[in-house]
């Protein structure tokens, strides 16, 4: 058995070996996570993300980029400040939504280390492929919790498993950097987690619509 890194149950067993890699399964949230000794070291992980080519220019990219932008879009006030979480070594989505009149800070841990624009909140928070990156995914979620004001938003797309059987051939898990991989009722054990209302307007996207009060 091995701890969870979402939702820290201890009931995790190991799922399934593909490439030489372990992967474990938790029963309560259904998240799949790696072994933490398979994960890449810092340096070959940069290594890795300056390899993507995506620009702002690129027009397939921000096509990609607006199947969460243009279904979160309509839901934040005139004006908005946002912050994008794991940006990468070309910020697009940010330069897609600052178009559209929002303010946009950056953060990211290898291209954007400015860890200032963590202690402030903000109207919505977007994380465009990166919660599969994440190795301690409950701390993230928590921030994510803390950075937002009540009634913001919460806009992820990453790709997501529909059925455990699938996973062994599936292509999300040969990139080395990916690390945790969710189903639609990983998202939904989140939004229970938080108190947050999660919408899904498009395949591998889901809105996250913190309350109120919290």
């Known amino acids: 058995m091995m701890r969870c890194p979402l939702c820290l149950a201890t009931s995790a067993s190991r799922f399934d070996t593909v490439h030489a890699k372990v992967y474990w399964r938790c029963p309560a949230c259904l998240l799949i996570f790696l072994q933490p000794e398979y994960r890449l070291d810092p340096e070959a992980e940069r290594a890795r993300y300056e390899l993507h080519e995506n620009r702002p220019d690129d027009i397939r990219y921000r096509q990609f980029l607006s199947r969460l932008a243009d279904p979160l879009i309509p839901k934040l006030p005139p004006g908005a400040e946002g ?19 929002f303010r ?82 990983t998202m939904g054990w989140i939004g229970r987690a938080f108190g947050w209302e999660a919408e899904f307007p498009r395949k591998n996207v889901v809105l996250f619509q913190k309350g109120h009060r919290r």
């Open 83 to 101: 912050l994008d979480y794991g940006s990468g070594p070309g910020p697009t989505l940010s330069v897609m939504l600052e178009a559209q009149g």
């Open 104 to 185: 946009m800070q950056l953060y990211d841990p290898f291209f954007a280390p400015d860890t200032a624009v963590l202690k402030r909140t903000y109207d919505f928070i977007t994380c465009t492929e990166t919660v599969e990156h994440f190795y301690a995914p409950h701390d993230e979620f928590t921030r994510f919790n803390c950075l937002l004001h009540g009634g913001g938003w919460l806009g992820i797309m990453t790709e997501m498993l529909e059925t455990d059987d699938q996973f062994h051939d599936w292509w999300y898990h040969r990139d080395e950097t990916h690390v945790c991989f969710y189903r639609a009722e």
